[in-house]
């Protein structure tokens, strides 16, 4: 019979018998070589049949420049620390979602009701982050706090004529005197508890420890440490994900906050990678490459305010255009924002709000500037190279009689004060507004010593006494001369001594140098900035910026009321057609009505030239890349960057 050829698996376990040393080696790789390929083919299959999916926790740090102190939306639109926190520990009853939008928030979307005018809200059901239910009492507690004036709150003005009422424990409505298109943005202002706060006496409010260490919210986030040095200067204050909020649950289980003293000092801990993310002042790109930067749209932008009523030199229309032409954008947004901003021509930003274009637009272009200033009456002094007019002044009295003896009046006593002027014509020096033979002799003297000028060009050898053409000419050259009023094309300019003010400042002063003009510039701190020159309007000209909101109501910015303190319209700009126009934007519900209004509006505006909008600043978010699910969205203000946060996250897992 022949061999058995069949296998026996008990000469596998020879092998390290049979085989040499070479082969074994050569085994074992093939060997290690299958199972890696496996391992790699199921790791690969299993990535095909499932997807990474947030999950719950991680910590984020951002750092922040300057202090907090009211973590109470009552107040805390006096810094930018206090917006940051006060946005993630409180909810309103609207909110931003993470497009800008408005959303529900602790109420659902509100119902309208009589034209427009009354908005009725319905609570969810949520609870503050002690474990009390939130209702209908807190937020009309909330709304009459702001609007009762002894509590100061700085959103005041946005509350006056509103009437809060409660329909239920979770209902209340908001009536308003007229229609308001944008009052749903007011409506995400933050809910603060009743039963933490209705105790306090509004003198003791400011004070209250409920306004940092204690403060309590309903937002997705809630305060668990504050790290203070032995001064009491807030060094860190960390935050956990609240787990009794209401809405979506944060991905992020900790968000920390470290604030700094300095800019400098925030940028040398992003450099050490000792914080995930912070917003410089200034839109300017750091070059950080352990950073993502995320370019965000703030509604904002900066400008120079023209205030000069009456008679002034920006009362003339040639002067403000040739400001508008004068001024190079383009130049500003490089320089100054190192290129993350738009240059501007209209305050209405139709780029963003999908308007069409100003029918009439003022581009940069120097000759164009001159050329208008020149048509204005200000030519270049060659000693200065600035621009100056020459006015040709009428003295207030000049002789324009003939006068003899008998005559009487204010132009002999003219005369008289002129003839005054030499003793050895008139040594008498009688002014008493009558002609007589003293003063008829004086001026025969007078004849005869400019005799050139009087008698001999009227072939007269002596003087007459009396005053003809030719004498009352020469009277009125030495004596009642017109005069020559110089006048500098000035400008003063008032703005913030801060970034990027200080820098645009200084380059409209190089550029507006170049057409002739002299820019003045007055650089004073934000709170004198405020209090003793825009209040009182106390300012020819005005570098500042102004924010917007989601829904365009420039009314506020433009209206002819609003040109006095507390208002915001910072020029001169008054126009019956263009206060129509804003009412109609403001009230009316038709959002393609309100669009062209818009448009309308904004050409009306433009024509005038009140103002030099200059660039809308791109917000610039450096947040590290471990830190995903953030997405770039228009912003009213910079604590809505956090829209959308319950989206954030750092960790992962597989799911099928």
């Not at 620390?81 to 979307?109: N, P």
């Not at 420890?209 to 790290?227: D, F, R, T």
């Not at 005054?420 to 008493?432: M, R």
């Not at 900035?529 to 500042?544: A, E, G, K, S, V």
């Amino acid at each position: 019979m022949g061999q058995d050829k069949r296998l026996d698996w008990r000469h596998f376990f020879r092998l390290p018998e049979i085989l040499t040393k070479g082969e074994k080696y050569f085994l074992a790789f093939g060997i290690i070589l299958f199972l890696g390929s496996s391992a790699y083919l199921l790791l690969s299959y299993y990535r095909n049949i499932t997807e990474a999916r947030p999950t719950f926790g991680g910590t984020y740090t951002e750092g922040i420049v300057g202090q907090p102190r009211f973590l109470n939306p009552i107040y805390s639109q006096a810094s930018d620390a206090d917006r940051d926190l006060v946005e993630l520990l409180f909810a309103g009853l609207l909110k931003y979602d993470a497009s800008g939008k408005i959303a529900a928030d602790l109420a659902e979307l509100p119902e309208l009701q009589d034209g427009g005018k009354r908005y009725e809200f319905t609570l969810k059901e949520a609870r503050w982050q002690d474990g009390q239910k939130i209702s209908a009492d807190d937020v009309i507690f909330t709304i009459k706090t702001i609007q009762d004036p002894s509590y100061q709150s700085p959103l005041r003005g946005n509350w006056l004529g509103v009437q809060v009422e409660k329909i239920s424990e979770n209902k209340i409505s908001l009536a308003l005197t007229k229609p308001y298109a944008a009052f749903p943005e007011l409506a995400t202002v933050k809910i603060i508890p009743r039963h933490i706060w209705q105790n306090i006496t509004p003198e003791n409010f400011p004070l209250s420890n409920n306004n940092l260490s204690n403060a309590v919210g309903s937002g997705p986030y809630l305060i668990k440490k504050i790290e203070q040095s032995n001064s009491g200067i807030v060094e860190k204050i960390a935050l956990e994900a609240n787990p009794k909020y209401f809405g979506k649950k944060p991905f992020l289980k900790t968000a920390v906050f470290v604030f700094f003293g300095a800019e400098r000092d925030l940028l040398g801990a992003a450099q050490a990678g000792a914080i995930d993310g912070f917003a410089p002042s200034m839109a300017k790109n750091y070059s950080l490459s352990n950073f993502v930067v995320h370019r965000l749209v703030l509604l904002r932008y900066f400008a120079v305010f023209l205030n000069d009523k009456g008679s002034g030199i920006l009362a003339q229309k040639k002067i403000r255009e040739a400001l508008q032409y004068g001024t190079n954008k383009e130049e500003i947004v490089k320089n100054v924002f190192g290129g993350s901003a738009n240059a501007i021509s209209s305050p209405v930003l139709p780029n963003i709000f999908g308007l069409k274009e100003p029918a009439k637009t003022l581009v940069y272009d120097r000759e164009k500037a001159k050329e208008l200033l020149s048509e204005a009456g200000f030519k270049i002094n060659p000693e200065t190279n600035l621009r100056q007019k020459i006015l040709i002044k009428e003295p207030a009295l000049q002789l324009k009689s003939d006068l003899q003896v008998g005559s009487q009046g204010k132009e002999v006593e003219a005369l008289q004060k002129c003839l005054a002027k030499d003793p050895q014509i008139y040594p008498e020096g009688t002014v008493n507004g009558n002609f007589g033979q003293q003063t008829k002799a004086a001026v025969i003297r007078f004849q005869e010593k400019y005799r050139a000028d009087i008698l001999i060009p009227a072939g007269i050898s002596q003087g007459n006494g009396k005053v003809g053409p030719a004498t009352r000419q020469k009277i009125n050259q030495l004596c009642l001369p017109k005069t020559e009023e110089i006048i500098p094309l000035t400008v003063n300019l008032v703005t913030a001594a801060e970034p990027p003010l200080s820098a645009m400042a200084e380059l409209l002063r190089s550029q507006w140098k170049e057409i002739g003009i002299d820019l003045k510039i007055q650089e004073v701190p934000a709170q004198e900035l405020m209090r003793d020159f825009i209040r009182p309007r106390n300012y020819q000209t005005l570098l500042f910026g102004q924010v917007l909101g989601a829904t365009p109501d420039p009314l506020p910015f433009w209206h002819s009321s609003q040109t006095m303190d507390p208002g915001l319209n910072l020029t001169s700009f008054e126009s019956r057609q263009a206060d129509n126009e804003l009412a109609l934007i403001r009230e009316s519900d038709d959002e393609e009505e309100r669009r062209r209004t818009l448009e309308d509006f904004q050409d009306v505006l433009l024509e005038d030239s009140p103002a030099v909008f200059l660039a809308q600043p791109e917000y610039l978010y450096f947040v590290s890349p471990k830190i995903k699910g953030i997405n770039g969205h228009i912003i009213t203000d910079p604590s809505k960057r956090f829209a959308g946060i319950e989206n954030w996250y750092i960790k992962t897992r597989r799911a099928f």
